[in-house]
């Protein structure tokens, strides 16, 4: 089942904040946020883990909620180049089956 | 440099016809994924292997098929019982629970 994504998609403009939020109905052990341009493919932001670990960039910040399943992606300042559509992928467990389930994205635009 | 190649870019086929979308990686992750994107939709997982002769079936693997005989090579056969194939195509590799996930540049495949 995928995680749910909200907004659907935002417009910014340039130097203005935004919230992206990911939720899931099941347990989660990690949140990866991955940022794609058209017709290429999704670079990776972060990786929040069960238990408060979190690798990414410096300009990028999110959040874990394991008890409410649910994270958060906080843009701030945005740039031009913030624009794409982000997807949050969940992380089913820290086992040998490990596989991650995408949201359907939400589409950011950041206007000058 | 080491990464994933996805050959070739753009792909057309006629309907009925099998295709091969080759996925190849020089990181030495031991784990690989097949996407597919159709808008709106994010990314859905086809199958995924996490070591060489073993696979599993991801939530839409109806219709396609995979092989893992080397740890560097994982392609995907879009076969004929595919309903709807036109779609972009995207291979990712993991170094392991708890990283990014590496994701190639993708095959847009078209049948006609």
Redesign the interface.
């Known amino acids: 089942q995928?995680p749910v994504q909200s907004p659907q998609a935002v417009i910014l403009r340039e130097g203005e904040d935004a919230v992206i939020n990911c939720s899931s109905s099941k347990a989660l052990?990690?949140v990866?946020w991955?940022r794609q341009k058209h017709?290429?493919?999704?670079?990776?932001l972060m990786?929040l883990?069960k238990g408060g670990?979190q690798?990414g960039h410096d300009k990028i910040s999110a959040s874990f909620n394991e008890k409410k399943q649910q994270s958060s992606l906080y843009l701030t300042a945005s740039q031009l180049s913030y624009s794409g559509t982000y997807?949050c992928?969940t992380?089913n467990s820290?086992?040998?089956?490990?596989?991650?389930?995408?949201?359907?994205?939400t589409l950011l635009t950041v206007n000058p | 440099d080491g990464g994933i190649t996805q050959s070739p870019k753009y792909l057309f086929r006629k309907e009925g016809q099998n295709v091969t979308l080759s996925c190849e990686q020089n990181l030495n992750h031991d784990?690989m994924?097949w996407?597919r994107q159709d808008p709106?939709?994010?990314?859905?997982?086809i199958y995924?292997s996490?070591i060489v002769n073993d696979f599993?079936k991801?939530?839409i693997a109806e219709g396609y098929s995979v092989s893992r005989e080397k740890k560097e090579s994982f392609p995907l056969t879009v076969t004929s019982a595919q309903k709807n194939p036109t779609a972009?195509y995207?291979c990712a590799t993991?170094r392991g629970?708890?990283?990014?996930?590496?994701?190639?540049?993708?095959t847009?495949l078209t049948v006609l």
């Open positions: 995928q052990y990690s990866h991955y017709g290429e493919a999704p670079v990776f990786i883990l670990e690798k997807f992928g992380g820290g086992g040998s089956n490990y596989k991650l389930t995408f949201g359907k994205g | 784990a994924y996407y709106g939709q994010g990314l859905r997982l995924y996490q599993q991801g939530d972009f995207l993991l629970v708890g990283n990014e996930q590496f994701f190639g540049p993708g847009r």
